[in-house]
């Protein structure tokens, strides 16, 4: 089992804008089934983590659906509407705590820190992140919100292009 960081990301580095807008990521083209998608990455996860940013976005977009089917942890220090029928924990337990329950909920397969970056550095620095899977779009914003801003050495294990997008696969070097 892995613990796996799975995001879009401009070129410089940003997952959204300030503003929390995701428009220069949704006019990308992209083959859902094609190299490095979400699509059959999905099918390897079995929980996710999310932040609370990340969580109002899904929510917002997703007009109150709620549209993944694994459990998922939301991490926040407030009390945010959960849809119905929505398999979501809000949490502000310790990484650890978290992610050893995910992993008991997750049945053998991987876990997916779905954002923000901060969050998959706290994950990373509870020595608890496997892989960062970015996905860079053709695009710079200058500023927004960041891809993971820790300092840490990967290791390139896979890369593809899907169309718009140049694709990387790296595993989280532990000193
Ligand atoms: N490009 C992509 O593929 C992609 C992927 C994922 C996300 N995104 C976007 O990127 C942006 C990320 O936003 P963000 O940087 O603000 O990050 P975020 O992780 O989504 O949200 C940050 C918030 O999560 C809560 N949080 C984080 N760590 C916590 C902890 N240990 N305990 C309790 N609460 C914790 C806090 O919320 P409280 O205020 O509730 O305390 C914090 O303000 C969003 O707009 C999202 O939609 C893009």
């Known amino acids: 089992m892995s613990t796996h960081f799975f995001t879009a990301s401009s070129l410089d580095g940003f997952i959204a804008t300030q503003e929390h807008s995701l428009d220069w990521l949704l006019k990308q083209d992209v083959d859902a089934e094609g190299p490095m998608a979400y699509q059959q990455f999905e099918k390897t996860i079995g929980a996710l983590a999310m932040g609370a940013s990340t969580y109002e976005w899904v929510l917002e977009h997703e007009e109150g659906?709620?549209?993944?089917?694994?459990?998922?942890?939301?991490?926040?220090?407030?009390?945010?509407?959960?849809?119905?029928?929505?398999?979501?924990t809000l949490t502000h337990a310790p990484i650890a705590e978290v992610h050893a329950a995910m992993a008991a909920a997750a049945g053998g397969k991987d876990l997916w820190v779905?954002?923000?970056?901060?969050?998959?550095?706290?994950?990373?620095?509870?020595?608890?992140?496997?892989?960062?899977?970015?996905?860079?779009?053709?695009?710079?914003?200058?500023?927004?919100?960041?891809?993971?801003?820790?300092?840490?050495?990967?290791?390139?294990?896979?890369?593809?292009?899907?169309?718009?997008?140049?694709?990387?696969?790296y595993r989280v070097v532990r000193a």
């Open 65 to 88: 659906r709620w549209g993944y089917a694994q459990p998922t942890w939301v991490f926040t220090h407030r009390d945010l509407l959960i849809p119905a029928a929505a398999d979501v």
């Open 114 to 169: 779905v954002g923000g970056g901060d969050l998959a550095g706290q994950f990373a620095d509870a020595g608890l992140l496997d892989e960062v899977w970015v996905q860079f779009a053709p695009v710079t914003l200058g500023s927004g919100a960041p891809l993971l801003p820790r300092t840490l050495d990967l290791e390139l294990l896979e890369v593809a292009r899907n169309r718009d997008f140049m694709c990387g696969r």
